[in-house]
């Protein structure tokens, strides 16, 4: 049992992870003093704000407790493209110290801004991400997010340093040269996106490099994309590592909205600074603990850009089970899936991660996949393209005719959807060095 | 003696075969004999080959995926009922073919057939007490 260790690995207490486990009641009149603030700095400083507000009648002063922000419109990431690039900025631009843009996969990139303050509590709540994770001063740590317009490198770099580790800012790509930073350099830890640390993991054996045996690395955050249980059971088979779960989004200060602890039951959102919403994503209704929907922040603390009741399209679950770890902050339940990955085929509403579990369930390693929606007169069909490894390759033209059928099988179990399953030569799937692309939507392409 | 054979993955798409072909050829590997079997989607090319790690390396670096598996060369006399005395000797012994194919170069007068029994070291066992000639790799790749 892991009791109340303030900080986790080795037990050392880090004084700023104390607010990680402030009795609730405090916790609650810290966000309610803090709501209040920011209801009234957007409400002054917004126009778009302002204008919903005085659209549904009310007041920052409407605000008495929590539950008050249900009175607050909804925003959502359109309305950080309509108002491109500074529209929701609540500060004057000699405030701003730091700009950073999302690559945002349809038209205009969005933009954040940040004030020395907004720098220093990201810093903080990276620092407690971090050593929720088990990192401490003595980590040499690979940060494989991409620096620049994107918040996951710079984000993860100021916090690392912060908490004394070694960074080594190497960034996406080049997989080779990560493999060999990590043995010649003896890297600890590692930050990366899921999906592209499972590359790596690849890269590695081929290069004849075993984690387990040549490799010094302990523990790693993943983030800035869904991923399933059953890959970070991929992940710590595969290189005996630790991986944790570290949320955060641009919109809403970038990585370290929350993390996971060494009790690795889903990330406890840093709630001091983060009012979290679970709604119905279709009537925005408000859902009680432990039910399903998406997620929705109000920031607590951001200057430069407060945002009231953000839908981050991320479908997850406030969990109610008090943590072993004696954190007051609440857990979400690992996000798996976004509201925007969804798909609809013949009325059926399908999430990627649910083929990814079909395939898992069909063989012991994930391999590498893409699903590819087309039409044929008129009608949708799924095609799940499927990487053949050495692993799951038998010398008999039966046993991999077998193997296509129990793919598809599992898929269909698992989504009620029949799919035409076919397997690929390795790495003939485009790979990613940062997102993960799963789906290939061919349906509105001409016939 | 049992040889080692490798397994391709190859999708069924045009120019897998030959590019394979040219990373073999271009790697200095020589192929002594090989045989391909699909089912129209995907297709397994089964080589035999004197250099077998370096083929292993170079169809991996290509980016294909490959399995090995054992088989046996045996000496088929080159006459009527030639076939038929090797297939009652493992016969008699319990096991199956699972595939076989002909050895590309016919090194003495009899032919040459690659063999895969569902149950190997039986096989050969059943093969040498029925005096059945089993080809030795040396043998076999020597030119």
Not at chain 1, 297 to 308: D, E, V
């Amino acid at each position: 049992m892991i009791h109340n260790l303030w900080n986790d690995a080795n037990g050392t207490f880090f004084p700023e992870s104390a607010l990680d486990f402030m009795p609730v009641g405090n916790l609650r009149e810290v966000q309610l003093q803090r709501l209040k603030a920011v209801t009234a700095l957007a409400y002054e400083r917004v126009p778009l704000f302002r204008q919903r507000m005085d659209e549904k009648g009310v007041k920052p002063s409407d605000i008495h407790t929590l539950a008050d922000v249900r009175l607050l419109p909804f925003s959502t990431k359109s309305d950080l493209r309509d108002t491109y690039p500074y529209g929701l900025f609540a500060v004057p631009m000699s405030e701003v110290v730091r700009l950073h843009a999302s690559s945002g996969t349809t038209g205009k990139p969005i933009v954040v801004g940040y004030t020395e303050q907004d720098m220093e509590v990201w810093k903080q709540v990276i620092k407690r991400s971090l050593y929720a994770a088990g990192f401490t001063r003595g980590d040499i740590v690979s940060n494989m997010y991409g620096y620049g317009l994107f918040t996951g490198g710079l984000g993860l770099h100021a916090g690392l340093e912060a908490i004394g580790a070694t960074v080594i800012p190497i960034s996406g790509g080049n997989s080779e040269r990560q493999i060999m930073v990590m043995k010649d350099f003896g890297v600890t830890g590692i930050c990366a996106t899921p999906s592209y640390f499972i590359h790596l993991i690849e890269v590695a054996q081929k290069m004849g490099i075993d984690f387990k045996r040549d490799l010094k690395v302990k523990r790693g955050v993943f983030g800035a994309e869904p991923w399933t249980n059953q890959m970070r059971e991929y992940i710590e088979n595969a290189t005996g590592i630790q991986a944790f779960d570290i949320y955060g989004l641009s919109e809403i200060i970038g990585p370290g909205v929350g993390n996971e602890c060494q009790c690795r039951q889903g990330p406890h959102i840093f709630e001091d600074h983060f009012l979290v919403e679970i709604v119905d994503p279709q009537t925005l209704e408000p859902l009680p603990d432990g039910q399903e929907g998406e997620l929705v922040f109000t920031t607590l603390s951001k200057q430069a850009m407060p945002a009231i009741r953000y839908r981050t399209r991320d479908i997850t679950a406030l969990e109610t089970e008090p943590c072993a770890c004696g954190r007051t902050l609440r857990r979400i339940r690992r996000i798996s899936r976004r509201s925007d990955d969804m798909f609809i085929l013949r009325g059926v509403n399908v999430f990627p991660s649910q083929i990814e579990t079909a395939l898992l369930k069909t063989e012991a390693s994930l391999p590498h996949y893409l699903i590819v929606l087309t039409r044929r007169s008129g009608l949708d069909q799924m095609e799940v393209r499927v990487e053949v490894t050495a692993e799951m390759l038998r010398d008999r033209v039966g046993e991999m005719d077998q193997l296509q059928k129990r793919f598809a099988r599992n898929i269909e179990q698992i989504t009620g959807l029949h799919a035409e399953v076919t397997l690929s030569q390795p790495g003939s799937l485009p790979r990613s060095e940062g997102k993960a692309k799963r789906l290939l939507d061919q349906r509105n392409l001409g016939a | 003696m049992k040889l080692t054979q490798i397994s391709v993955f190859l999708e069924n798409r045009p120019g897998r075969l030959s590019a394979l072909a040219h990373s073999l050829a271009a790697a200095g590997v020589n192929l002594s004999t090989l045989m391909l079997s699909d089912n129209g989607e995907f297709g397994l090319l089964r080589l035999l080959t004197p250099d077998v790690e370096k083929a292993k390396t170079t169809i991996a670096a290509a980016g294909y995926a490959s399995t090995t598996t054992e088989v046996v060369a045996l000496e088929v006399p080159d006459r009527p009922g030639g076939l038929a005395t090797v297939l009652a000797a493992v016969e008699k012994a319990g096991v199956s073919v699972e595939y076989m194919y002909a050895f590309a170069e016919r090194p003495g007068t009899a032919a040459i057939m690659v063999f895969r029994f569902d149950d190997m070291d039986k096989a050969l066992h059943a093969l040498r007490a029925a005096d059945i000639g089993i080809c030795q790799a040396v043998k076999l790749f020597e030119r």
